[in-house]
């Protein structure tokens, strides 16, 4: 890699299965592993919180340690917020408790590396791509990266209401292009050959019905898994070219989005770091650290 090239990590989401990605994480917060900008989406951006303030362990236990919990999600949430997940609970009760370094969170980006938060405007169905400024700003974008439809509901930033990155740029790889990266460490959480499947009748009946007046967003749902499996597409083909490195979770540790189990949720994470720590040696030789 030349002096002059840029590497990006880029963090999908996927609920839960994002416990994979929060164990590749921390194997590079151990080895001091940092590169140009990191692009979170919806989970994603949450483990990536920690990984930028070089929290060890923080993204799993804030996790594992409170899924269980009514409060944290499940059907309680949702009658009583609207939401499945208790954002906040998960954004307001747990940093008040296990905090976020922010100083390092802050000092751990400069002019060559930034992290950003996906979310998608409702008005427009189009992705944004967010370097929070302040503490507030930060949790208030993770809290909208993460917002599903239908078992969510819009979050109010700047007078818009915004959702989970994911609608609208599941894996933000010609973001990181745009931004001058060259090179790619890709961080899924579906396995080798996953293709993503057009939205179900139902579920297409439920957006119209309940987002009719953000008919861009149904539209950009509705495309989702098209443009999804075209990135992927594209994913392989830079891999080929060996300008992205890319880890993916084997198919017998995958977990449900939603899944409340404590066990699958600390294998995936332990099967994440074990992957990463395994090919350290082909992440420094693909992106020599910085």
């Known amino acids: 890699m030349t002096a002059m090239e840029k590497t990006s990590v880029i963090v999908e989401g996927g609920g839960m299965r994002g416990m994979y990605a929060a164990g590749i994480l921390d194997c590079f917060i151990q080895q001091n ?9 919806s989970a994603g951006a949450c483990h990536a919180l920690s990984y930028i303030s070089r ?4 993204a799993r236990r804030v996790n594992v340690n409170h899924v269980k919990k009514a409060t944290y999600s499940g059907l309680l949430c949702l009658l009583r917020h609207g939401t499945y997940f208790g954002f906040d609970y998960i954004f307001r009760t747990i940093p008040a408790n296990d905090r976020v370094d ?16 996906v979310a998608t405007q409702a008005a427009t169905g189009q992705a944004h791509y967010i370097n929070p400024t302040t503490p507030e700003d930060a949790l ?30 599941s894996i933000p790889v010609l973001q990181a292009e745009k931004d001058g990266h060259s090179r790619h460490i890709v961080i899924l959480t579906q396995p080798t050959g996953y ?26 749902n509705l495309q989702r898994w098209q443009k999804y499996n075209e990135t992927l597409d594209y994913i392989q083909k830079l891999e080929g070219e060996g300008k992205a490195l890319v880890f ?11 899944s409340k189990n404590q066990t699958t949720l600390q294998a995936l994470y332990e099967a994440g770091y ?17």
């Not at 922010?102 to 938060?117: A, D, I, L, M, S």
């Not at 499947?197 to 539209?219: D, G, H």
């Open 33 to 41: 592993l940092y590169w140009n900008n990191t692009y979170g989406v």
């Open 55 to 58: 929290q060890f362990d923080r």
């Open 102 to 117: 922010w100083h390092t969170f802050f000092q751990n980006q400069n002019e060559n590396r930034k992290f950003y938060v």
């Open 140 to 169: 208030l974008w993770l809290e909208a990266s993460s917002s599903l439809p239908v078992i969510g509901k819009a979050v109010s930033i700047g007078g818009q209401d915004w959702f989970d990155g994911g609608i609208s740029d």
């Open 195 to 220: 293709k993503k499947k057009p939205i179900s009748k139902t579920t297409e009946r439920a957006l119209k019905m309940m987002y009719r007046n953000y008919p861009a967003l149904v539209e950009t």
């Open 248 to 258: 993916r979770p084997a198919p017998e540790v995958i977990i449900g989005r939603l």
């Open 274 to 290: 074990r992957d990463a720590c395994h090919r350290l040696q082909e992440v420094m030789d693909f992106a020599p650290r910085d």
